[in-house]
């Protein structure tokens, strides 16, 4: 039996007897890959060989890139060093304790300094830190001795930062693995408390080099040592890691926009004349029925002239309707399986909301904290399409045409709007972060394409269409609303049934009692009630309010 069925078996036995599960259920607890591949047999991360070089050797040439002197490895460059700081290593990762405390002296000093100690530096540095002379003198020779292994082995800084990483996580790992095995048969602790102990030590075993510093000092954004700029997708509009919302009225054609955005991209094509890099694209649909999603896939590639891929060519599609995923679910699965693309669309993303409401500034947030997730750790750039809220867009600012909260909008790196124009195509707007937006152009719809019409003027935006409902009189409204009241619900009814519109009876009613004609309330438990301001009738309300009569008894 593999430790994967026996932890699973145990934590199945486990919650019975805690009365977890009835009957012959699957077990509450399903374990992520990375959890399965650290309690396998084998051993969780394999180390890799670099000729003869040993953890303790390692672990002193690290602590030597702080160190300029030609004793140890020479040179007078920084690079090495700045690797080192941005991997994330600290002192705790490692198995030495001679080098523990070395290391986290040298790397802090350079890390406030930006220099390179002496060795004379670097022995006073360790003194004050609590280390004796004796101490600092061994270091000495063990470092001199790391500068003949280092020349022997040939080894660049990369390597022997990824040695003491694969080590670090080998031995947290088996940590880990050896505290789940103990925990999850103490019945003091615990099927699912092991799991939860377990998760929490695998969470530490993330790559640090994905943890950046949270703060630096100002010359880490001078010229020497500016770190280098997110790799170009689509020239001028977005880059790798980099968020986009493209966002239009309802049936606009943007699944198919977003089909040919794909396209290109993946294929290094011009897009609007705008360059792209031959890139790894996930198309991901959460709206179309399978067969309707290829058509159109098939449809731009032919209108585009391009030959049908092979099986191991072009971008991969991920179908999602219906299938039960919410953002939370997809976000942990792309982290899991989406390594490799770099460039992730999503279209549309308001199928995967779930339980959060689009309105809400919080939930909205949320929502984006996971994209952004998504986006720094996988490395790709991630496409969101998106409706139009309700109306006219032409009047709104660009910012403002999407549907919900502000900050959904706003936390997009770009935002392409493409907004009804008065001869029948849109007008692409872009708001940029990180460059200089492009000027609007408008387009036109030539199935299944959108294709640049240069002759229209991109400022010419569709007239509003004057769809406001004529206002209704007060007294029709009012005729409505019997003595003791009415339900809400039972009114706006009424009002189609006398010639009303919804948007006339609520826009009526909101009036009226802006104005204190009609009051309405809401008793516990029960519809709201319309009721005339000064109506003779209010003590059949009251009763009502009390309890001595239902609500469904009112007209």
């Known amino acids: 039996m593999s430790i994967i069925q026996e932890a699973?078996?145990?934590l199945q036995q486990g919650a019975k007897e805690w009365e977890l599960l009835d009957g012959p259920a699957e077990p509450q607890i399903q374990f992520t890959e990375r959890e399965k591949e650290l309690l396998k047999n084998e051993t969780p991360i394999r180390i890799k060989a670099y000729g003869n070089l040993d953890q303790e050797t390692a672990e002193a040439i690290l602590v030597s890139y702080f160190i300029n002197d030609p004793n140890v490895l020479g040179g007078d460059t920084t690079g090495d060093a700045d690797k080192v700081v941005a991997s994330g290593i600290r002192g705790e990762m490692f198995s030495t304790p001679m080098w523990r405390g070395y290391f986290d002296v040298v790397k802090d000093y350079y890390t406030e300094k930006r220099k390179r100690l002496t060795y004379d530096d670097?022995?006073?540095?360790?003194m004050n830190a609590g280390l004796s002379r004796n101490d600092a003198?061994?270091?000495?020779?063990?470092l001199t001795d790391c500068k003949a292994a280092f020349n022997v082995n040939r080894l660049s800084s990369e390597l022997v930062i990824e040695f003491v990483l694969q080590h670090w996580a080998q031995k947290a790992g088996d940590s880990a693995y050896r505290r789940f095995k103990d925990d999850r048969m103490n019945p003091e602790i615990g099927p699912f408390k092991a799991v939860e102990n377990f998760r929490s030590a695998v969470s530490c075993l993330e790559d640090p080099r994905k943890r950046a510093s949270l703060m630096v000092r100002e010359n880490a954004t001078t010229g020497a040592h500016l770190p280098p700029d997110s790799a170009p997708l689509i020239s001028g509009i977005i880059g790798k890691s980099e968020k986009m919302l493209i966002a239009g009225p309802s049936k606009s054609n943007k699944s198919w926009f977003a089909i040919r955005l794909?396209?290109?991209?993946?294929?290094?094509?011009?897009?609007f004349g705008f360059q792209t890099v031959k890139s790894n694209v996930l198309y991901i649909d959460t709206e179309l029925?399978?067969?309707?999603?290829?058509?159109?896939?098939?449809a731009v590639r032919q209108a585009l002239r391009l030959p049908d891929p092979k099986p191991d060519e072009?971008?991969?599609?991920m179908r999602l309707r219906g299938r039960e995923m919410d953002i939370e679910s997809l976000s942990k699965l792309l982290l899991s399986e989406a390594i490799g693309f770099d460039l992730i669309i999503i279209d549309p993303i308001y199928a995967l909301y779930g339980d959060l409401d689009e309105n809400s500034a919080t939930d909205m947030g949320a929502l984006m904290g996971k994209l952004e997730r998504v986006a720094q750790e996988t490395g790709a750039a991630i496409v969101c399409?998106?409706?139009?809220?309700?109306?006219?867009?032409?009047?709104?600012?660009?910012l403002d045409r999407s549907s919900g909260s502000g900050v959904?909008?706003?936390s997009f790196d770009t935002v392409l709007t493409l907004t009804p124009h008065k001869d029948g195509g849109v007008t692409a707007d872009f708001i940029t972060r990180n460059y200089e937006p492009p000027e609007r152009f408008v387009l036109k719809w030539q199935f299944p394409l959108h294709v640049l019409d240069h002759a229209a003027d991109p400022n010419d935006l569709a007239e509003p269409s004057d769809r406001t409902p004529t206002p209704c009189a007060d007294a029709d409204i009012m005729a409505l609303v019997p003595e003791g009241g009415v339900r809400k619900k039972s009114l706006i009814e009424a009002a189609a049934g006398a010639g009303l519109s919804r948007r006339q009876a609520e826009g009526g009613l909101a009036r009226m009692v802006r104005n204190g004609q009609l009051v309405v309330e809401s008793p516990p438990g029960k519809q709201a009630i319309v009721r005339r301001a000064k109506d003779e009738g209010k003590e059949v309300w009251d009763k009502i309010r009390g309890g001595d009569k239902e609500a469904t008894d009112l007209p």
Do not use: N
């Not at 670097?122 to 360790?126: K, R, V």
């Not at 409706?387 to 660009?398: I, N, P, Q, R």
């Open 262 to 271: 794909a396209l290109s991209v993946s294929r290094g094509l011009e897009w």
């Open 137 to 142: 003198s061994m270091a000495k020779s063990s």
């Open 289 to 298: 029925h399978d067969a309707k999603l290829y058509r159109r896939f098939h």
């Open 314 to 317: 072009g971008l991969t599609i």
């Open 122 to 126: 670097a022995s006073l540095l360790w």
């Open 8 to 10: 699973t078996q145990s």
């Open 408 to 410: 959904f909008g706003r």
């Open 385 to 398: 399409v998106h409706h139009f809220a309700k109306g006219s867009a032409a009047g709104k600012a660009v």
